[in-house]
């Protein structure tokens, strides 16, 4: 779990000297090097992308941020409320869409009038209302990832992690998921968005790129 | 609502909502009693103290409540891992939501322990039905706890399956009496003394108090080894403020 400490003002998460590797303890087992000093820092209410090529550990170091796994060295300090949305969806298959958000409002402390209102607010912007009453396994895999993202803002976080937030979306859906995106950054927001690919940069205010380990300046042009 | 409130009754709709689960509780125990009853009934000239369709029942409806048990104390952690890790990420405690999926293997445990009763009751008159219902119920704990230990330590769908069969099979064999064998290992199987416990309230209306006790022991055992084993492979996981 990320250390929960007091920060200066505008710093709501920094990650120092982060590293990991996999390891096997059984013979001929492979050993993977994914991360090896790599460090971030998040203000409120900017959006940094990060990006990597396939198998750079960009899912690794989401990880690493948000809690789910331990780095090897390194330290993550966040200060308030942190929201997830994974890459996998990582919600329960048999519960309906309504009842997965009671169960993650729970595990946020919200009560049933603050779920039941972020709820519908989250269902009308991304499109996805006539579903509330579907078995998440019966969702289409972009309706499923509108679910997994609207789980990560039930509680409005104070920083937010997005592993390929926007797979699957149609073009109305990514237009919604931006302008949310963007009133959550003008209401403070951090937000930090992991993708193997970023089209729009002008739409980040700072976009890293994950390389042999460690986190660099990614001095891309607009395409 | 409580966190544990909230945890056991989603687990409890998603596992009602799966058809496989209810086939194991409700279709599982009559086959396997019956197959265990009419498959001893062959062997009459085996030396078993008393009738083989008997002690088949009675071994089969055992079984079938262990390892139906088992089977759910396993895939209650393994099929809603990835969901679970979120959770917890989400703010939810570790020990609210093992505490949340043992509920629901209790509940699990008490229904597939009344089938199975009821089915070994058509064919075999049943001396003390109550404390045949608990020695069958604390059977399925056993094992229901053994599978959530297996499904901790070795969380894999096939591997940790493989276990669980090998061991109850192994076990219901060894613990039937079918199969003379005399040894220290034999006696401290799972199933060494629930059978034993549940064989005396069967046939004989009253448990011994050895037997009961070692029941009560073993369950608290691995309960503890379970809450400790969650913890360990895990980490900490407290409360988010």
């Not at chain 1, 203000?43 to 941020?65: F, R, Y």
């Not at chain 2, 917890?88 to 089938?115: D, E, K, M, P």
């Not at chain 2, 073993?218 to 809450?227: I, P």
């Amino acid at each position: 779990m990320p250390n929960t400490t007091k920060e200066s003002a505008d710093v709501v998460l920094r990650a120092s000297n982060l590293a990991k590797t996999y390891d096997s303890w059984l013979p001929f087992g492979r050993r993977v090097e994914v991360l090896d000093g790599a460090a971030l820092q998040l203000e409120a209410g900017e959006i940094v992308g990060i990006v990597g090529e396939n198998g750079s550990g960009k899912s690794t170091l989401m990880q690493i941020l948000v809690g789910a796994l331990e780095p090897d060295a390194g330290s993550v300090d966040v200060s308030g409320s942190v929201g997830w949305c994974p890459q996998e969806t990582r919600l329960y298959d048999r519960l309906t869409v309504a009842e997965t958000f009671d169960l993650f409002g729970e595990a946020y402390g919200l009560d049933d009038a603050e779920v039941g209102a972020a709820r519908d607010d989250l269902a009308e912007r991304l499109d996805f209302e006539r579903f509330l009453d579907y078995q998440v396994r019966h969702l289409s895999g972009g309706n499923r990832q509108k679910v997994n993202l609207a789980v990560a803002l039930l509680h409005d976080p104070d920083v937010l992690f997005l592993d390929e937030p926007y797979t699957g979306f149609d073009w109305d859906t990514y237009l919604a998921f931006w302008d949310l995106t963007e009133e959550l950054v003008a209401d403070g927001t951090a937000i930090c968005v992991i993708s193997h690919l970023i089209n729009e940069r002008q739409r980040f205010d700072r976009i890293k790129e994950l390389r042999e380990g460690a986190l660099h300046d990614d001095g891309g042009e607009e395409p | 609502m409580s966190r544990l409130t909230a945890a056991t009754r989603a687990h409890a709709r998603s596992f009602v909502r799966d058809p496989v689960n209810l086939a194991f509780l409700f279709v599982f125990p009559p086959v396997v009693v019956q197959v265990y009853g009419q498959a001893m009934e062959r062997f009459p000239e085996l030396s078993l103290g008393s009738d083989p369709g008997t002690v088949g029942s009675i071994a089969g409806t055992l079984f079938a409540t262990a390892f139906v048990a088992g089977l759910i104390g396993l895939f209650q952690l393994l099929s809603a891992r990835r969901g679970d890790e979120r959770l917890l990420i989400a703010g939810f405690g570790r020990s609210s939501l093992l505490a949340s999926r043992l509920v629901t293997l209790v509940a699990a445990t008490l229904v597939v322990a009344a089938v199975s009763l009821t089915v070994l009751s058509l064919g075999t008159d049943v001396a003390a039905p109550g404390l045949a219902y608990a020695a069958l119920v604390a059977g399925g704990l056993t094992y229901g706890l053994i599978g959530v230990l297996v499904g901790t330590l070795l969380p894999r769908d096939l591997e940790g399956s493989l276990v669980l069969v090998f061991l109850a099979d192994m076990d219901s064999a060894l613990s039937s009496g079918v199969m003379a064998v005399d040894t220290a290992v034999a006696d401290v199987l799972p199933l060494h003394h629930p059978h034993a416990a549940f064989s005396e309230a069967v046939t004989e209306g009253s448990i011994a108090a050895g037997d009961a006790r070692a029941v009560v022991a073993y369950l608290l055992v691995l309960l503890a080894a379970a809450f400790f084993a969650h913890r360990w492979v895990a980490g900490d996981g407290g409360e988010r403020a």
